[in-house]
């Protein structure tokens, strides 16, 4: 009963194509972001800030940008992880040599780095698809994985070989580094990722959208219509390496604050791989509700039972995480292969009708 | 049922000639020295047994396989080899005998993904949308509104093709061909798996499409009524090879295609 | 110049001088192929008789190996920990076939390939939870598996043969050649080849989908468990063997995903080939090149031959 389309019509073609055509949806999406920029800045916590929404709108950043890339151009990668990495080793290079820009920018200009190394690792996608362009993507993985040890001009000869991340202000409150408080970097993030849902909404729902389902349904096809194959697949590969990019970018700067190689490896390339999955492969809104749900179960592992009064230890939460993690993308594959983002579609055709049951 | 009918059409120019094309998959020959043209404006058969590598010729003029040796002259230009890019952009559009559609994708998408060539508005207006990017997706949505009229599918538009019936999909399939506004349409058994009254509906699409925009049609048929009706020429293929091109009632008579397709009575010497 | 000398001449002339130092190379890369030969090969099994890409072979090896020593150290004698091991890789071959497998039978091959990352994980927690992470070791003794050394001397200098490694190499030609006859000669081998070739058509022969798979996976889990104990008797079990067999995927593409003689070939031509990289060329990039080396080679080979060596060649119609 409230989420009626009825007396909503559609009086132009541009009306019928907006991104969100029902009221409702608008709406929600509206309160969602003064909820998310200001009643959470106002009442939030640093715990809920620090270790709940930032990483979760970080992560739900990377899982957009490898969703373009599986879910809506159909090419597998397993190399998320380091293309996030690229974004943060290029972040640090460029703020080290460069201090004075606005790191903002430089987080925002290290995608950049990163779409070009996914292009390069993309090149085999002409020839190679499936399970095979994956294990193509594993070697980008595992390569920029040694490169982020054994190159150590790109940790800056730090001795432990981590990232170590330097102060850097904006408009003179500081963002990065000890001193930034949770808020402002949580703000900070908050913005970069809704700007950059909101252009990645735009290209899906375009002719580029269009262009990359195309090629994931039938690439022959595709070709017979006259899109040139390898130039989507590269330019998928692009943007998304520049999401997760920024990601990685965002992950060390405005996050963890520093970091060591391993960040990056293989498990978090499998990690962000689950979220789109269990979101929902195609689907924008998808990548939020699976970072939302891979990256909020450890800690819920954690808090629930002690909320009853029964800790568990950390290694243990850990692994119950895994086997838990590795149910559920079974489940999902079994009962709804598209994941929550259809489980959301559902639920909302029933609240059309809903009190009625159809 | 009609008979062929007199058409003021230019039947002078030759849009699409095939030169003496041969085609082998390892070891089976699919076409073996095929030549013939398709005439500007016409609507031109290729019929022929099973096997008789119908489809494998539609496949080489579309480019998607290369001849092994002939070549084919398109619009005036000869190419030995054609990728399936240079061929869609030289106005080249077909449909496919198993339905080659965007599954995931609904109709009005599978037919505004047609307009593809047609979309210029390059990549970074696409990141932000409005303006000139979302003034282009309504003018094309504009043309493909009036290609789903055309076809008699507006009420399923919106409804993801995986789910339609057989006979819609291969509408739809039609609407995302002409989407691309060709010169040459391939149709690959566009009657395939079709009642009457689905064929006739088919039928009457084909007729305008050729009439109302002048596409020249090059058709794939086992329904020897549609391609009596429809076709101004006719060629026939069996085993690989050209056994008649001419109009419909030449082909009717044609000793060979009888042959061809009933074969011989029992004590005739061949 | 000086850096085309580095590494375009001296690597040889290294090999040359020190001929004793190629042996050894040559014959841990031998080794080391052979196991990875053996994990291509449950992969193979797999893929040859469902079409599923089964990316949880590498934690089955670790899986199997687990149990085995976790048993072992509760007390279990070791070949009745042996023998219940094989109970238990069987127990998982029938969850598998009924929970993943079955309910999943129509999808496409990438929903597949993602139900066994689901199972990767979900085995790595399991094996966690139940066994514990500290690194163990492999109960070799118990089992009868040698171990020492044959020392050879000449060649300028001495070349060593672990007796365990010798074992590890017999029992993998041992495996292949059961696993061929099986294939070739039994009426079970029949119908995984005819499985493989169709399910449908398989089916309307009355051949037993469900049956098949649950022998199938039995028979790579038995794979998995000599993997994992030739490997965990040579250095020791924990959970960076899963990594491991991630290196196993360049042998896949290398040989074909659905040949055997491929799986054998792809793994010795990978194994010879990262050892012999990693020892002399590895100190001019600073080591460490053997977690990628192979992967460049995949990489390379997918390019220009996508089917591998022995694989059959993928032909898409429209």
């Not at chain 1, 090149?123 to 499936?130: D, E, F, N, V």
């Not at chain 1, 939460?317 to 983002?341: C, D, K, R, Y």
């Not at chain 2, 593809?116 to 508005?121: S, V």
């Not at chain 2, 076709?231 to 008649?244: E, F, H, M, N, P």
Request: hydrophobic share 55%; with cysteine; proline share 4%.
């Amino acid at each position: 009963m409230f989420y009626r389309e009825v007396g909503q019509y559609k009086t132009s073609y541009a009306a019928d194509m907006a991104v969100f055509p029902i009221l409702q949806d608008r709406i929600g999406l509206a309160i969602i972001l003064v909820i998310a920029f200001v009643l959470v800045p106002l009442l939030g916590n640093d715990f809920l800030l620090n270790s709940v929404l930032i990483p979760f709108l970080i992560f739900s950043l990377a899982t957009i940008g490898l969703n373009l890339l599986t879910g809506y151009a159909g090419l597998l990668s397993l190399g998320t992880g380091a293309f996030m990495g690229v974004g943060a080793y290029a972040c640090l290079k460029l703020t080290t040599s460069f201090p004075l820009v606005n790191i903002v920018i430089w987080i925002l200009v290290s995608g950049f780095f990163s779409a070009a190394v996914g292009t390069l690792f993309g090149l085999p996608s002409l020839r190679i698809k499936g399970f095979y362009l994956a294990v193509a993507t594993l070697a980008a993985q595992f390569f920029l994985e040694w490169c982020f040890t054994r190159i150590p001009w790109l940790y800056n000869n730090s001795v432990s070989g981590a990232i170590e991340v330097p102060l850097r202000k904006l408009m003179g409150v500081p963002i990065t580094g000890p001193t930034a408080t949770s808020l402002t970097r949580y703000l900070v993030v908050l913005s970069i990722v809704v700007v950059m849902t909101w252009i990645a909404a735009n290209l899906v729902h375009g002719r580029i959208g269009r262009m990359w389902m195309s090629v994931r349904d039938m690439d022959l096809a595709a070709e017979l219509i006259g899109i040139r194959l390898l130039r989507a697949k590269l330019l998928a590969f692009a943007v998304s390496s520049f999401y997760s990019g920024v990601a990685g970018a965002m992950l060390v700067f405005l996050w963890y604050g520093g970091a060591e190689a391993d960040v990056f490896n293989i498990n978090q390339s499998f990690l962000i791989l689950f979220m789109v999955i269990i979101g929902g492969l195609g689907t924008l809104i998808g990548s939020y509700f699976g970072a939302a749900l891979i990256y909020i179960l450890p800690i819920g592992l954690r808090a629930i039972p002690a909320a009853f009064g029964l800790p568990i230890r950390p290694a243990t939460s850990e692994q119950l995480t895994f086997v838990i993690v590795g149910m559920l993308i079974i489940i999902f594959l079994v009962l709804e292969p598209n994941g929550l983002a259809r489980l959301w579609q559902i639920a909302k055709q029933k609240l059309r009708v809903w009190p009625f049951p159809y | 049922m009609k008979g062929p009918r007199a058409r003021d059409v230019d039947l002078g120019t030759v849009l699409l000639a095939v030169e003496n094309v041969s085609l082998a998959f390892g070891g089976v020959q699919a076409l073996t020295d095929v030549s013939f043209d398709i005439r500007k404006g016409e609507i031109r058969a290729i019929i022929g047994p099973n096997g008789a590598g119908k489809t494998s010729m539609l496949n080489v003029i579309n480019g998607f396989y290369q001849p092994n040796s002939g070549r084919i002259i398109f619009k005036g230009e000869p190419r030995a080899a054609m990728r399936p890019y240079a061929a869609a952009q030289g106005g080249i559009a077909r449909t496919f005998q198993n339905l080659a559609l965007f599954r995931g994708m609904t109709v009005l998408d599978n037919i505004m993904a047609g307009r593809a060539l047609k979309m210029r508005r390059g990549f970074f207006w696409q990141l932000i949308r409005h303006g000139p990017a979302l003034k282009e997706e309504v003018e094309h949505r504009r043309r493909v509104e009036e290609i789903i009229d055309f076809l008699e599918i507006a009420a399923i538009r919106k409804i993801q093709v995986g789910r339609l019936p057989y006979g819609l999909q291969k509408r739809v399939e039609l609407g995302r061909a002409l989407a691309m506004e060709p010169d040459l349409l391939l149709l690959d058994e566009p009657m395939a798996g079709m009642n009457l009254e689905e064929k006739e509906d088919m039928s009457r699409f084909i007729l305008d499409v050729n009439r109302e925009y002048g596409t020249t049609i090059a058709l794939i048929e086992h329904d020897m009524g549609v391609v009596m009706d429809l076709s101004d020429r006719v060629v026939v293929l069996d085993y690989g090879q050209k056994i008649a091109d001419a109009a419909p009632n030449g082909v009717k008579c044609d000793k060979n295609v009888i042959r061809a397709y009933l074969g011989e009575p029992h004590g005739t010497s061949a | 110049m000086d850096l085309l000398y580095k590494i375009f001449i001296d690597p040889f002339v290294q090999m040359g001088t020190a001929p004793d130092l190629l042996v050894q190379t040559l014959w841990d890369g031998f080794v080391a192929g052979a196991l990875y030969a053996l994990i291509a090969l449950g992969f193979v099994l797999i893929f040859k008789a469902s079409g599923v890409f089964n990316f949880a072979q590498g934690i089955m090896v670790v899986f199997a190996a687990l149990t085995l020593v976790g048993l072992h150290e509760r007390g279990v004698p070791a070949f009745l920990a042996l023998g219940l091991t094989i109970v238990v890789m069987l127990a998982l071959a029938i969850g598998v076939e009924r929970l993943v497998l079955r309910p999943l039978v129509n999808q496409s091959d990438f929903i597949l390939f993602m139900a066994t990352f689901g199972l990767t994980y979900f085995l790595i927690g399991l094996g966690q939870l139940v066994f514990g992470g500290n690194p163990k070791v492999m109960i070799a003794n118990d089992l009868y598996l040698p171990s020492g050394a044959i020392e050879f001397r000449g060649l300028g200098g001495f070349v060593s043969f672990q007796k365990i490694d010798i074992a590890a190499v017999g029992i993998t030609s041992i495996m292949v050649a059961v696993l061929a006859v099986f294939f070739q000669r039994t009426r079970i081998g029949r119908a995984l080849r005819a499985v493989a070739d169709s399910h449908q058509a398989a089916l309307s022969v009355g051949i037993s989908l469900e049956q098949i798979w649950v022998i199938v996976w039995f028979a790579a889990g038995i794979v998995a468990l000599t993997t994992g104990i030739m490997w965990g008797a040579r250095s020791q079990v924990d959970f960076s063997l899963e990594i491991i067999a991630l290196r196993a995927l360049p042998v896949l593409i290398l040989g074909g995903l659905t040949s055997i003689p491929g799986a054998i070939v792809g793994g010795l031509i990978i194994g010879v080939g990262e050892k012999l990289v990693e020892f002399y060329w590895g100190p001019l990039l600073g080591g460490g090149i053997d977690t990628w080396f192979s992967y460049v080679i995949a990489l390379g080979f997918l390019v220009f031959r996508p089917q591998g060596l022995f694989g059959e060649k993928l032909i898409e119609r429209i």
